[in-house]
């Protein structure tokens, strides 16, 4: 656990959320090619890792590619692609050793061969044996979208009632977030968008229903542990009161 006094251990968000935005900004403000900024993005991605995990996170969810994102000009997805293979490339020994286990959410099946295989490889090994605890599940968002997710789960769960392993009579929320990617992960409590806009730009529409939203103007590319443990320090302040009033809070 980090040594740190402006946050109380006992009120560390179990789940963080980051739309990591504002590399093509960043980028422009210095003259550089947007891939220069997805590029430094992929420096403050580490640093967060490293932070989540001595802050003892449990869940760290980070978008890094919406199904909308497929709409960008191709030189700027195949930049981005070759930045994620290279990450899950040199980062695979250092998720080795402090117990990291990654996993993913979204449409995988539309990323290129390559990553698919690269990403199943780190998927794979970084998997714990059952029983065992990671000391902090790395969640990327890739080829991901929020309502793409949710046709998918009513699908499936249709398709279920059709061949009789449930009835409609039998949906709850619990079953239907079971059939969401996010399946055994815990709700993020806090959301983090970098980059200014105050927009969810189709990010976990179900998952986030009570997360704490906390969006700062720095850029991605200058998001690092300290922006992290300033968010968390702000979450700390907040009273989630999940639709009770504050008296009924403290009551209890
Ligand atoms: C976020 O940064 C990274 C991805 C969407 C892959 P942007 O590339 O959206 O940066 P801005 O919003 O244009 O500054
Ligand atoms: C959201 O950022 C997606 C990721 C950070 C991966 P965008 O830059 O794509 O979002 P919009 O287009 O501004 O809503
Ligand atoms: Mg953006």
């Known amino acids: 656990m980090l040594e740190n006094p402006v946050l109380d251990p006992k009120r560390i968000p179990r789940h963080v959320a980051i739309i990591m935005d504002g590399n093509g900004r960043w980028a422009k403000q210095r003259n550089l090619p947007r891939i220069m900024g997805h590029k430094a993005g992929t420096e403050s ?42 990450y899950l490339k040199s980062e695979l020994q250092s998720m080795l ?26 998927i794979q090994k970084t998997a714990l044996k059952t029983g065992d605890k990671p000391s902090l599940v790395l969640n990327l968002a890739l080829s991901y979208g929020s309502r793409a997710e949710i046709v998918r789960a009513a699908s499936i769960m249709a398709e279920k009632c059709v061949s009789g392993q449930f009835d409609p009579e039998d949906f709850s929320e619990q079953l239907f977030a079971s059939h969401l990617y996010t399946v055994g992960l815990p709700d993020p409590d806090l959301l983090i968008r970098s980059g200014g806009e105050a927009r969810l730009s189709n990010f976990l529409l179900w998952q986030l229903s009570y997360a704490e939203l906390y969006i700062t103007e720095t850029m991605w590319p ?28 403290q009551a209890e």
């Open 97 to 122: 050793q402090n117990d990291i286990s990654l996993r993913c959410i979204g449409e995988t099946d539309k990323l290129p061969a390559d990553i698919q295989k690269i990403l199943n490889e780190v």
């Open 222 to 249: 200058d998001f690092k542990g300290d922006n992290l443990i300033e968010a968390i320090r702000n979450y700390q302040d907040r009273e989630r009161r999940f639709g009770q009033t504050s008296e009924q809070l």
């Open 45 to 86: 991605v580490k640093d967060i890792v490293r932070t989540a995990r001595e802050l003892n996170l449990e869940v760290l969810t980070l978008y890094a590619f919406s199904t909308e994102n497929w709409k960008r000009p191709s030189m700027e997805v195949q930049g981005i692609m070759a930045l994620l293979k290279t």
